[in-house]
């Protein structure tokens, strides 16, 4: 394997991790500040992507389509924060878990019922179809790239929020004790209500900008909910700087697996089972990944014992 | 009687009530659409001890289920296709033979418990949620890319397994045949829940700290509850396979495992028959609105919601009150 195709892979598992990132970070946010486990996490990130195929089809801008999964995911997280979702917080993780996955029911249905079972395609604008040149001369997809940037500049973003702004104290505080900022005049239902529609906004702009390179289903959301699920407990629950080392390390670990664990086993075996048997374990390494975390780490990686 | 020993009654004897008058009106289909509901009972009253009695919420049973359909499938595909399973310094054929097939489903579904156990049981709460979703995945990956056991398309099975004495290809002695299966594993979990080491799960769930101060340990109540657990939703993974002679890895999915919960919590969490309550009227929604609209999932999903929001308890807690029978 050549430097150049390894640096591809790297670079190829940075961008799956940043967006996973931009998954987890709303959960962890989520759970941290609200105690909610919200399996329909993955339904706001196919709405986001619903939302820019349509938009984009009707107007053909992608910039535009960007906006529309925003704004279109937000609106969502705030329509479920405030008539299912708000009553759940006081209750156990188990009737969280159902009431949640029935919304994924209903959601998944329903996207089924208006826009049909067929996939849509999301086009990258013609201006970063192509490739650019790295330093090195390594040619890699200028979206690609535009995502890696776009992910990082939201994950600065993201600390300066909770670590400069008065929003962000709030939702610092909230995590330590939500009755005490009550009592200090935060209206903290309103708290709760734009946190959960902050998450829901990351999930959609992901779900828009992978929804570019792969296609926009039904269905496409849960995969890359528990793959986040994977990453909050590498990372540790609430933590955001966690949120963003564990997406990176499943990230770079899903692909690089894919690619160098049947080069490795084609050392000694035979090629064709040497690709069954990598390509096996490669579908299963970030969850060998996630066991050695927890055999050590059981709270994670930055999370609190 | 209390009203719910009542009610028990009556979802006990609805199932082979419901499938003698099939019989009688001659419907196979409907006979088969019971074992159906019947199998899923058994998987959710598997889950139900870890989950309704020890309060674990494992969102990953569909990896015990779909590693005792794999056992059935896997045993099955070698003896029809005459190829030993293993061959080097020990041959193992495959086999045909249900009570065999079920003691493997068992035995492996497990040992994968108890190591998804061991692991996942060092956490609690939303971790252990999470955590066994994600092993549950695993299992999900794993079967799409291992290529020998049909991958992604599955395997399918020509004839029904045989069980000694039975015709199991007749869709009345299956039914009979899984209905005393789970007759026997509903007895078996009533006696548990009231033995020492039911009490001592029920209260590690309500107080771990308590239950730690007299000498009990916690980890080894829920572990143990977790592998046997696991074992029974093994065991009906392998019916259900047998019900369709056909194994995917769609029984791994993790949808598969977020309709067991939705059995017991339609039925009533922490009740003998809330998986089976729940399980009964899972399918005979299933039945009834599938032919309405091609969307008949968004209303399961809205009387979920209803279910979780406004009507806790469940089908038997709305109807036989909240007293709870065995806690």
Redesign the interface.
Known sequence: MTPILLIEQVLNGLQSGIMLFLMAAGLTLI?GVMGL?N?AHGSLYMIGAFAAAAVAGWTGSFTLALAAALAAAALAGCIIEMV?IR?LYDRD???Q???T??????F???T??LFGSFPLYLDVPAALSGPVRLPGGILYPSYRLLIIVIGLLIAIGLFQLIARTRIGIQIRAGESDREMIGALGVDISRLYTIVFALGAALAGLAGALVGAIQSVQVGMG??VL?LA??V??IGG?GSIKGALVGALLVGLTDTLGGVLLPLFFGLFMDPSSAT?IG??L???SI?IL??LV??FR??GLYGRA | MRRETILNAVLYLAMPVAAALAFAMDEPFLITLITRAAIFALAAVGLNLA?GLGGL?S?GHAAFFGIGGYAMGILAHHAQTYSPMIDSWIVIEGTKSMPVIWLVAIVTSALTALAIGA??L??S???F???T???G??FY??A?????YGGEDGLSIYVRNSFPGLNTLDPMQFFVLVFVILSAVLWWMGRLARAPFGLALSAARQNAERVETVGLGPFRLRLVAFVISGAVTGLAGALFADLNRFVSPTMFS?QMS?EF??FI?LGG?GRLFGPVAGAMLFVLLEYLLSPLSE????Y???I??VV??FA?GGLIGSLAGREVAHD
């Open positions: 759970f486990i399996l299912v009553r993780h188990l009737d878990v159902l009431a996955f029935a919304l994924i029911l209903i998944s249905e329903g089924r019922w849960e995969p528990i699920f994977v909050i407990v629950i069954t390509s096996a490669a579908s299963m969850y996630m066991a927890l055999l059981p709270t | 989950l919420v969102l692991l996942s060092r956490t709460g939303v971790y949620i999470m955590i979703l994600a092993f995945q695993m990956y794993f799409i890319s291992w290529p020998a993790w977020g919960i939705v919590v969490v969307f008949w999932l968004i399961v999903g809205a979920l919601l979780v929001l806790r």
